[in-house]
């Protein structure tokens, strides 16, 4: 008597695509169709357990009992059927040991010409009493960036602020150091930032283009939306200079695409009509949404029935997304861009994001935070650049608290290694506990992520190039 046979339930999830039975393989982010004999052995296997004898004897009508074999042992091979065998461990370390730390990002000025309403930077300030980052920590951090991980071939800086192009001498300075720098060590180095877009000049944007800085705008949409709440420290709406600006860059910016962010607060869900002015209107690259449902101003958080419209207005983007990419044709819809990339990759996310893990974020004063979003909270920091550098210990079990995924939900979750709990910061502002899973989230995510499967099942099916052509270049950016 063979041992008995089950589905491994946690590691698999169907998605119904027309005709096809999609097959996500939950542990390795990869998917299949699976043909009709797969589908055959896990529809038996959905009954009462049953042994390899059994099963075939169950299939011979249809099917030859080698053929059945076969497939048995494949579905076997990737743990989405098991005869009672010890499970490979999903995540095989439960700590980490150590990072690999290669973006650093520079908080170069704590103040901000605008005075947006639903703002989550804790220490926002006015720009008369913004503190400016010093070269000397600006360099420290670079050398921190070397020192803690010396291996890396590409290491990015980021800009942020406030507003960063209030501080463009630090800029400036930076971009100079880093250049000669990174050169003499044989690497390579990219700048970032992102800006309120008011500051700019043609001179400035010359120079940004160069130095092929990456670069996002922050935008809300059309004049309703913007000037809702990106407002002056006066008060007065900002959408004409930043529009005005805005057509200045991206008629004169050509080393890279760029992008705009939009910050979608309560009363604004409807994504398509924000996309299509940004994208269509104002021709930017990409626009990425992100929704705020925990910032410290509980009036700005979008209500849960708000949270639903979001995600089926995405959903409506979406399609639109996909029509335009079985025509070949990129619409920028970056959120659902980002997912497509995901699945053809076969991302497989211990950690949510690479915050601790392959980035961390400088203060003026060289404190060392988990990420942009957590400067000036009340979070511990991990280390000093002018003060020995990363705390690794204090750091490593930080994010090993989000490997353990006991008692929580994640570890049977079908989406558990495309979110991974999702955000620190939305956990820490919701919860209070950035180790804590967003679980306001979870099922519009878990709808969110078999529509992209479904999206990218109908894109490979109908036009393949597309993910050549738009997704994949994306590695060489």
Request: charged content about 20%; glycine content about 8%.
């Amino acid at each position: 008597m063979g041992a008995i046979l089950n589905l491994v339930e946690r590691n698999l999830h169907e998605v119904q695509v027309d005709a096809d039975r999609m097959l996500f393989h939950i542990p390795s982010s990869s998917l299949f169709a699976s043909d009709a004999l797969t589908g055959s052995i896990i529809d038996a296997l959905r009954g009462p357990g049953c042994t390899p004898e059994d099963l075939i004897q169950q299939l011979a009508g249809a099917y030859d009992s080698t053929d059945v074999s076969d497939t048995l042992r494949e579905l076997m091979a990737l743990e989405l059927v098991s005869d009672g065998s010890l499970l490979t461990p999903e995540i095989g370390v439960k700590r980490v040991e150590r990072t690999a730390i290669n973006t650093v990002v520079l908080n170069v000025n704590t103040g901000c010409n605008l005075s947006c309403t639903y703002c989550y930077k804790e220490d926002l300030d006015k720009p008369s009493a913004g503190k400016k980052m010093g070269l000397d920590t600006a360099i420290a951090s670079v050398e921190m960036l070397l020192q803690e991980s010396p291996d890396e071939e590409r290491y990015t800086v980021v800009f942020f602020g406030g507003e960063p192009l209030s501080n463009r001498p630090l800029i400036e300075a930076m971009v100079d150091y880093c250049e000669q720098r990174f050169a003499a060590a044989g690497k390579f180095v990219e700048f970032v930032m992102t800006t309120n877009a008011t500051l700019l000049t043609e001179e400035i944007i010359d120079y940004l283009n160069a130095h092929r800085f990456g670069l996002s705008v922050s935008i809300d949409g059309p004049k309703t939306v913007h000037d809702r709440n990106r407002i002056t420290v006066g008060g007065q709406g900002t959408y004409d200079v930043v529009r005005r600006k805005a057509q200045m860059l991206l008629s004169r910016y050509h080393s890279r695409p760029v992008g705009a962010r939009v910050t979608l607060t309560t009363g604004v869900t409807d994504v398509e009509t924000i996309w299509d002015h940004l994208f269509n209107e104002l021709g930017f690259a990409e626009v990425g949404f992100a929704p705020v449902t925990s910032g410290d101003i509980s009036s700005f958080n979008l209500s849960s029935e708000e949270l639903i419209e979001v995600f089926a207005s995405m959903k409506r983007l979406g399609r639109r997304y996909l029509d335009a990419a079985l025509e070949h044709r990129n619409i920028g819809f970056s959120n659902l861009h980002q997912l497509i990339t995901d699945i053809h990759e076969g991302h497989k996310k211990a950690l949510p994001c690479g915050a601790g893990l392959k980035m961390l974020a400088v203060d003026h004063k060289g404190e060392l935070n988990l990420c942009h979003r957590f400067t000036g909270s009340s979070l511990p920091t991990f280390g000093n650049v002018h003060d020995g550098g990363v705390k690794q210990v204090e750091l490593n079990d930080f994010l090993s608290q989000r490997l353990d995924r006991t008692h929580t939900g994640c570890d049977s979750c079908r989406i558990r290694n495309l979110c991974s709990g999702g955000c620190y910061h939305e956990s820490y502002a919701r919860y209070g506990d950035p180790a804590h899973p967003t679980y306001h989230y979870c099922e519009l995510m878990r709808d969110w992520v078999d529509f992209g499967i479904e999206v990218y099942s109908r894109i490979m099916a109908h036009n393949p190039a597309f993910i050549s052509t738009y997704i994949t270049p994306r590695k060489a950016h």
